[in-house]
C-alpha cells in the first residue's frame, strides 16, 4: 500500500472539491498515482449521477454577470436539490464560475461543451454531483447583449434580470440596474405588447368575455369591454408599461427616457421554482 500523505489528500482535495476521505481513499486506491485518483473520483460521481438522475433539481443558485465592456450579459442557473446545498459557499462559488465561462458561448449546450481546467463543464458538473451527493445541472441559460447591459441578483441568489438599454450613456448603469430590480420584483412575461405570445394574449380576451358575460354584459359589448381590459393586463404584465416602483407618477419606459434618447431593447429574469 503507498504512503499517503496529508499534504497529497489535500492537493487532491483542493483539485476536485471531494470530501477529504473520499480523496484519501481513491489515493489509496490508485496507490498514490494523482491523475488516475482524479479519474476515480470522476467515475464516482458519475455513478452518482446516474443514480440520482430522475432526482428533482429545483433549489440552486441564479447568477448574472456581464463582460468588462457591459455589453453582453448571462444568467446561469446551477441547480441543486436543496437549499442547505444552495446557500453552500463553495456551491455559491461554483455557480460564479460557471458563468464566467458562460460569457464566451451564445448556447447552452456550446457552454456545457466548453472547457473547465482539463474538462468540460458538462463533465464537472458529474464531478461535482459526486463531491456533492446530489443531482446538479445547468438550468437556465439566458443571454442578452445591446450597446449597455445591466444586471441584479436577488439576495440569495434565487431570482436574477438582465437588462439591455439602447445606449450607453451617462446614467445608464444605474438606470439598468433600477429597471432590471423592476423585472425582478415585478415579473413582467414580456419587454412591451408587441412581444406578449398571440396565445397570451387570445386566453386573456376569453377570460375578460367570461367575466363579463357572468356579469350579465350584452354579448356586442365584449369585444371593446375585453379590449379594455386588455390594455389593463399590458400595463401590469409588459415591462416597458409597468409604472416604475420607485416613482409610480412614472412608467419605466419613462423613467429610462430620463437620462436621454434611451429605449429598453431586451430583458431577462430568472427564477427558482
Known amino acids: 500500500m503507498a504512503n499517503i500523505t496529508a499534504a497529497e489528500v489535500n492537493k487532491l482535495r483542493q483539485t476536485t472539491g471531494a470530501g477529504m476521505m473520499d480523496c484519501k481513499k481513491a489515493l489509496v486506491e490508485s496507490e498514490g498515482d494523482f491523475e488516475l485518483a482524479i ?4 467515475k ?12 428533482e433539481s429545483t433549489e440552486g ?14 444568467i446561469v442557473s446551477l441547480n441543486c436539490e436543496t437549499d442547505f446545498v444552495a446557500k453552500n459557499d463553495n456551491f455559491v462559488a461554483l455557480a460564479n ?13 456550446d457552454f456545457l461543451n466548453a472547457k ?4 468540460t463543464v458538462a463533465e464537472k458538473l458529474i464531478e461535482q454531483t459526486g463531491v456533492i451527493g446530489e ?34 450613456v451617462s446614467g445608464a448603469d444605474v438606470v439598468a ?10 415579473s413582467p412575461i414580456a419587454l412591451d405588447e408587441a412581444s406578449v405570445d398571440q396565445t397570451v394574449i387570445d386566453k386573456e380576451i376569453e377570460i375578460a368575455k367570461d367575466v363579463l358575460r357572468q356579469e350579465g354584459k350584452p354579448e356586442a359589448m365584449l369585444d371593446n369591454i375585453a379590449k379594455g381590459k386588455l390594455q389593463r393586463f399590458f400595463k401590469d404584465n409588459t415591462l416597458v408599461n409597468q409604472d416604475f416602483i420607485k416613482d409610480s407618477k412614472l412608467s419605466v419606459a419613462q423613467y429610462v427616457k430620463t437620462i436621454g434618447n434611451v429605449t429598453i431593447v431586451n430583458f431577462k429574469r430568472v ?3
Open 39 to 42: 479519474e476515480i473520483l470522476r
Open 44 to 55: 464516482k460521481g458519475q455513478k452518482v449521477a446516474a443514480n440520482r438522475a430522475d432526482r
Open 61 to 74: 443558485a441564479v447568477i448574472a454577470k456581464v463582460n468588462e465592456a457591459k455589453t453582453t450579459g448571462v
Open 97 to 109: 464560475q460557471f458563468a464566467e465561462i458562460a460569457l464566451n458561448f451564445d448556447t447552452k449546450e
Open 116 to 119: 473547465f481546467d482539463s474538462i
Open 135 to 168: 443531482k446538479i445541472e445547468i438550468g437556465a441559460f439566458e443571454k442578452v447583449s445591446a450597446p449597455f447591459v445591466g444586471f441584479y441578483i436577488h439576495a440569495g441568489n434565487k431570482i436574477s434580470t438582465l437588462v439591455g438599454l439602447s445606449a450607453n
Open 177 to 186: 440596474k433600477d429597471v432590471a430590480m423592476q423585472a425582478a420584483a415585478m
Open 271 to 273: 427564477a427558482l421554482g
